[in-house]
């Protein structure tokens, strides 16, 4: 017998030693970790928590000079704690300290951007035009276009030079502001104004994973380089501006925000990729937004807007976005934040807390025609906003037939850098397959490779939704079906050719509105019993104001300058319900946050612009899990008649049965706190049900003189019985809570329920109802 460690080979002891070393590496290598702490007790100055958690810092550090060099971010408002650069073994010695609530590691690329017409299709622009829903669009009027309301918004700065952002007629910042503007490069104290009347920046994290940041490839400053945060920006509160359009004269008309005459207040936290094409989106990192939250809080707005979100969904304990927004809660400020745009793959939505308002993705009834004639003579109306043509037939090749050799064959037909045959594409229209690659970069591929212009298909899960860009030569998009007529006609002649005709814009487009394909689903894998999203708005070929030192395409290559752009995603849908959100605090100063969410999610519509229920891109009637209670109604949320209200001990309370027992300092959690499904929602999810389950919930009278009667109606999902108790609630008087039970019961017939369920969950929802009111909520429900 020998002992360990005789007769080992060189290369094996060297390996072993590597290992080690290795080891040894990984565990002294310096990452950016959020520490949360519990609650600060009593008055605090700044300094004083600051230094708290210097201490902290010194205990694991070997020095007061390595302590304070680690810092990077000091939470010291509304959140308490701190990012700093610490070793696995550092945070792991900081998880075991008395006061810290959780130690969460850094992920870059974690977090990222989600990326006119709109208010006038949803019923709130000054003309009595046509709408969804038929309502006299007054409530701007009432509102007083929510001018003493201030919003935050975190994205990627701002072009302050925007027409959007003037201050013409606005009167005196509101004195409850405490923030500031802060300089930097190409943004001086003078680009703030009473409209953008506070800006800053957050860069720390972004710098300490990438090094200092180029300053030619972003500005380090509240300036935006990308456009996103300029177009995000003047949806929610951006100024009436008339006579506007996107590059080429597409979508020309008056644009404005939600809540036009609303203060906003920037926050800068998302950066340019370095070395990376801009069009290929920017990077947002945790730690800097939780700064930004934390200094929004202290600043004094009322509502934060934020249109950034994960590719898949984050717990609670390590969601930067989940914990910033809950003090955000307490402040009593609204947070409404972007669905994602991982659709149509259901359980993918960000931002799933409850007391978060999570915004859906849907289209405008508004589309930009650009014709298509093929050879056959057969005419194809696809969409576009590129304002170049092709009026003579050219030769049509479909990008599979026209690949460099060495391209992968499931990439052949999808138009990728480099992938193009010069020789079989020079001077022909090519049919490129959307799929893998950005849009914009499919169309610089064929125009790299000689070609005179493009047609943009959909695949199948894009299905009627078209995304429209402006290209940098002349192009269309079709959808699949259209797209597969393509493929058969060019497979149908040995010299398929094409044209592509003028583009011009449509109004009254129908259907309208349907939800974008591209839009996060759900179920809530995060919080089973809160569904979401919560509400649909329009974020489907948005055009607002863009940043000038970004083309239309954010193309390097692209030289073209616009200050109005066209872009999609729930990025866009996100900040017009943040502009609505500012609206009904305008009308209700008074309101908690839950009830100003509850306001919005109860009135929400249904229905599309032909009185049929709303559809999915391929015409399949959409669920919940798409667009939450339905596509925003702004003048309904104004008199919601009843709410759903919930405290910051209620959410509390909600987080100790879902296991989080250390989120406030002042708070023990009861040794029976109630179920998670008895938060007080204005909507219903119930997961594995197994027979049945009682459900409370309490509504809070807003409406009128305060003397009403509400009676219950619903239509469950099929195989499910509801029953209420009680069944008619009275009401005296203004502010009166009224509460009552839900039993949610599977029926015998299981073989019909099963069939209906056979994607996991069902669908349906219950109303309450007066003579005026509809207070409606969704429910989901999956058996176990």
């Not at 969410?597 to 798409?626: C, H, L, Y």
Request: proline share 6%; net charge positive; with cysteine.
């Amino acid at each position: 017998m020998t002992t360990r460690g005789e007769n080992l080979s060189p290369l094996l002891l060297l390996l072993l030693l590597l290992g080690f070393a290795l080891s040894v590496a990984a565990t002294s290598a310096e990452k950016t970790y959020i520490v949360y702490l519990r609650e600060q007790s009593g008055e605090k100055t700044a300094e004083e928590i600051e230094g708290s958690h210097h201490s902290y810092l010194s205990s694991v550090k070997e020095s007061e000079e390595e302590a304070r060099a680690s810092l990077i971010y000091s939470y010291k408002h509304s959140i308490n704690g701190f990012a700093a650069s610490l070793t696995s073994l550092q945070a792991a010695r900081l998880r075991e300290a008395g006061e810290v609530v959780g130690v969460v590691e850094s992920r870059p690329g974690k977090y990222s951007t989600q990326t006119t017409r709109s208010w006038e299709f949803a019923g709130l622009n000054e003309a009595a035009a046509y709408s969804v829903a038929q309502e006299e669009p007054n409530m701007l009027h009432r509102a007083g276009y929510g001018k003493s309301v201030i919003v935050g918004v975190l994205d990627s700065g701002v072009w302050p030079e925007a027409e959007s952002f003037g201050e013409q007629g606005l009167g005196p910042i509101p004195k409850s502001w405490r923030g500031i503007c802060q300089t930097g490069q190409a943004f001086n104290s003078s680009h703030c104004n009473k409209k953008i009347i506070g800006a800053r920046y957050y860069v720390k994290g972004f710098e300490k994973y990438y090094g200092k940041l180029n300053e030619t490839e972003d500005y380090r400053s509240p300036r935006d380089k990308d456009g996103h945060g300029t177009h995000t920006a003047s949806t929610v509160a951006g100024r009436q501006v008339h006579n506007v359009s996107a590059f080429g004269g597409f979508a020309k008309g008056t644009a404005s925000g939600g809540a036009p005459l609303a203060r906003l207040a920037i926050y800068k936290v998302c950066w340019a990729i370095p070395k990376q094409e801009k069009a290929m989106g920017n990077t947002c990192f945790e730690e800097d937004m939780l700064a930004a939250m934390d200094q929004a809080i202290a600043d004094g707005v009322h509502v934060i807007s934020i249109s950034i979100g994960t590719q898949t969904p984050v717990n609670h304990t390590d969601d930067a976005l989940s914990i910033g927004a809950l003090h955000a809660m307490k402040r009593n400020v609204v947070v409404v934040c972007a669905a994602g745009n991982s659709g149509p793959a259901p359980a993918t939505l960000s931002n799933p807390p409850p007391w978060i308002l999570t915004v859906g993705a849907s289209s405008l009834d508004r589309a930009f025609h650009g014709p298509l004639v093929l050879g056959n003579g057969k005419t194809i109306t696809g969409q576009t906003v590129t304002p170049y043509s092709v009026l003579k037939a050219l030769p049509l090749v479909y990008a599979a037939d026209a690949v460099r050799a060495g391209v992968p064959k499931n990439e052949t037909n999808q138009c990728l850098p480099n992938s193009l045959s010069s020789e079989k594409v020079k001077g022909k229209i090519v049919l490129c397959m959307r799929g893998a690659g950005l849009r914009v970069l499919k169309g610089l591929e064929v125009k790299r490779a000689g070609g005179a212009g493009f047609i943009l298909g959909n695949g199948a899960s894009n299905g009627n939704e078209v995304s429209v860009d402006a290209h940098v030569l002349p192009a269309t998009a079709v959808v699949y079906k259209e797209a597969v007529d393509i493929m058969d006609y060019i497979n149908s002649t040995k010299n398929p050719t094409a044209s592509i005709g003028e583009a011009k814009t449509v109004l009254g487009y129908k259907p309208a509105p349907f939800m974008a394909g591209f839009t996060s689903r759900g179920p809530n894998v995060i919080h089973p019993y809160v569904l979401k999203p919560d509400i649909a708005a329009p974020g489907l070929n948005i055009l607002a104001a863009w940043s000038e030192a970004s083309p239309p395409t954010k193309l390097s290559t692209d030289k073209r300058i616009v200050k109005y752009n066209i872009e999609s995603g729930t990025s866009m849908a996100c900040p017009h319900v943040a502009g609505l959100a500012a609206l009904v605090r305008s009308l209700h100063p008074t309101w908690s946050s839950a009830a100003v969410r509850s306001a919005i999610i109860t009135t929400a519509w249904m229905k599309n612009n032909m009185g049929e229920a709303i559809k999915d891109p391929s015409g399949e009637t959409a669920t919940p899990f798409q667009f939450g209670s339905g596509h925003f109604r702004p003048s309904k949320a104004e008199d919601p008649g009843l709410v759903y209200d919930a405290s910051y001990k209620d959410y509390l309370l909600y987080l100790c049965s879902y296991g989080v027992k250390s989120a406030d300092k002042d708070f023990h959690c009861p040794e029976s706190p109630p179920p998670t499904y008895d938060l007080n929602y204005p909507s219903l999810s119930v997961a594995k049900l197994k027979g049945s389950i009682t459900i409370k919930r309490t509504v809070t009278n807003v409406g009128g003189d305060g003397k009403d009667v509400y009676f219950f109606s619903a239509k469950p999902p099929l195989g499910i019985s509801i029953k209420v108790r009680p069944s008619i609630l009275f009401f005296t008087r203004v502010g009166q809570r009224k509460s009552f039970t839900l039993t949610i019961r599977a029926r015998s017939n299981r073989t019909a329920t099963n069939n209906y369920f056979k994607h996991g969950y069902g669908f349906g929802w219950y109303s309450w109802r007066d003579n005026y009111h509809v207070v409606r909520s969704p429910i989901a429900v999956s058996l176990a």
